[in-house]
Every structure is written in structure tokens, then in C-alpha cells.
């Protein structure tokens, strides 16, 4: 792995953000080792943290796991075929779609 990598993932791994109380003018950014928040009825804290865009190569995904991936919700056609093309997408409903529970 790469130095230039090892640093992107280490950045990764500190950029969670917990706003409290979220929604209020008020709210205090607290990172994720944070320990022992009082909350009251009514409070609210919103977690961020880095979105995940997958591993790998798109086009390498097998066509069971895009099947999949499709029955469980886990992404939705529009997104599947932008990710993955149309045909591959087609393609993985007709053929591994069907042995998919």
C-alpha cells in the first residue's frame, strides 16, 4: 500500500463528526472517542461519517452479488446501471436474478 493511500485512509478513519446537541445553534463538533455525553429528553446527535463508495472495480463485481444486491434493496436499477452498465445490470437480473432467494 501505497504512502500516499495509508494517508487517505488514515484521514478517513478521524473525519467522524458527532454534532450535540444537532440543530441547535449552539451544537459542539466531537470526534468519535468521545465518551460519556449526557443527553436529556429531547436532545438529538447527528453522526457523520465519510460515505463508503464500495471496494474495488465496479466492473468486477459478479453479476450474483449485482442480483443480489438489486432484490435486497441494497441499491437501486437507476444506480446499478450507472455504476455497472445497463447491460451488465440486464444481464444479472436474467441470468443470476433468477437463482437468487
Known amino acids: 500500500m501505497s504512502r500516499t493511500t495509508l494517508l487517505r485512509s488514515a484521514a478517513l478513519l478521524i473525519c467522524c ?4 446537541p444537532a440543530g441547535r445553534a ?9 465518551a460519556r455525553i449526557e443527553m436529556k429528553a429531547g436532545d438529538a446527535m ?12 465496479p466492473q468486477e463485481r459478479s453479476l450474483e452479488h449485482i442480483a443480489a444486491d ?4 441494497k ?4 444506480a ?4 455497472y452498465g ?10 443470476a436474478g433468477s437463482t437468487v432467494a
Open 86 to 95: 445497463a447491460d451488465r445490470v440486464r444481464t444479472a437480473l436474467t441470468t
Open 70 to 73: 438489486l432484490h435486497n434493496g
Open 46 to 57: 447527528r453522526i457523520e461519517t465519510p460515505g463508503a463508495g464500495g471496494f474495488g472495480d
Open 26 to 34: 449552539d451544537a459542539q463538533e466531537l470526534y468519535s472517542k468521545v
Open 17 to 20: 463528526v458527532l454534532l450535540w
Open 75 to 78: 441499491i437501486s436499477r437507476t
Open 80 to 83: 446499478a446501471e450507472r455504476d
